[in-house]
């Protein structure tokens, strides 16, 4: 079973993913090849509520991530990573969450994940 980052009220969450997609050429090849998406958005839903939370704005219910490129195009190097800060003042009430980063890459292919965190009060 997974386990949930906790984090106190008022923490930030750094969050990082590194992309990779298949190698067509070897479908043994476990880890793929480096990719960079093409845009990345972060929101987050607090599940304690059973709502998306405002983490753009006023009535904007997401973020832009930010994206560092692949490094090459060879196995052995590093993919593109996409970046985010869950901010302070989204984790200031205790309770249950998930950040949903959706990367969008080349080819109209999206993919989604996701990260469970529990945010506590401070004691």
């Known amino acids: ?5 906790r984090i106190y009220s008022g923490d930030t969450l750094p969050v990082a993913y590194e992309t990779r997609k298949p190698n067509e050429d070897d479908p043994n090849d476990s880890r793929g090849l480096p990719v960079t998406p ?6 987050v839903y607090n599940s304690t ?3 998306f939370l405002e983490i753009g704005g006023v009535g904007i219910l997401f973020d832009t ?8 195009i060879a196995p052995s190097d590093k993919g593109g990573v996409i970046r985010y800060v869950v901010k302070a003042d989204v984790t200031s ?12 890459f080349t080819g109209d292919i999206i993919l989604t994940e996701n990260r469970r965190f529990k945010v506590e009060e401070y004691r």
């Not at 079973?1 to 980052?5: C, E, I, L, R």
């Not at 093409?38 to 929101?43: D, L, Q, R």
């Not at 991530?65 to 090459?72: D, F, L, M």
């Open 38 to 43: 093409i845009a990345a958005i972060a929101t």
């Open 49 to 51: 509520v059973g709502e």
């Open 65 to 72: 991530c930010t994206i560092e490129p692949q490094e090459g």
């Open 1 to 5: 079973m997974a386990t949930k980052d």
């Open 93 to 104: 009430e205790p309770g249950d969450y998930t950040l949903f980063i959706k990367a969008e």
